[in-house]
Each structure stands twice: as C-alpha cells, then as structure tokens.
C-alpha cells in the first residue's frame, strides 16, 4: 500500500481534552495494479506537543497509521478515483 498524496478538510480543537481533531483525505494505491481510491480518515493529536513535528505533519502521520491498521483488519472502503 502506498499513500500518494495526503490532505487535511476539516480541523477542530477540542479544548476539553487539548486536542486537534481533524479529517484526512488519503489518496491510496493498494497494490501494483489495483486504481487509486480516496479514503477519508478522522484522527487527532495533542495540540501542543513540545519538541515534537508541527501539528499538521502528526495529524497525516496518524491518518496514514490508522488507515494502514484498517486495511489490515478489513476490506477497504473507499472510493475509487477517476
């Protein structure tokens, strides 16, 4: 599986709890024949993470994570792109 390009839509700070909630748009390639599709992923990260990468490379990183864990549990879902 490889990600070809990696997008934040939408992103909200929770103040309760010090965290950045954000949804991720994945464009994915899952193997060497299959087509690209789109998958939508909703993670979040500290809001401050002292010494560590800045806020929007953490919020892709995890997207990215999380995506990979799903397509190992599961058929993907997704939508396919043109």
């Given at each position: 599986?490889?990600?070809?390009?990696?997008r934040v839509l939408r992103a909200r700070r929770l103040r309760d709890l010090g965290r950045v909630e954000a949804m991720v748009m994945l464009l994915v390639?899952?193997?060497?024949?299959?087509?690209?599709?789109?998958?939508?992923?909703?993670t979040s990260a500290p809001a401050r993470a002292p010494g560590a990468a800045p806020l929007r490379e953490r919020l892709l990183a995890s997207a990215k994570l999380l995506h990979a864990i799903?397509?190992?549990?599961?058929p993907l879902r997704g939508r396919r792109a043109a």
């Open positions: 599986m490889r990600i070809l390009s990696a390639k899952p193997g060497d024949r299959a087509a690209p599709y789109e998958a939508r992923v909703l799903q397509a190992q549990d599961g």
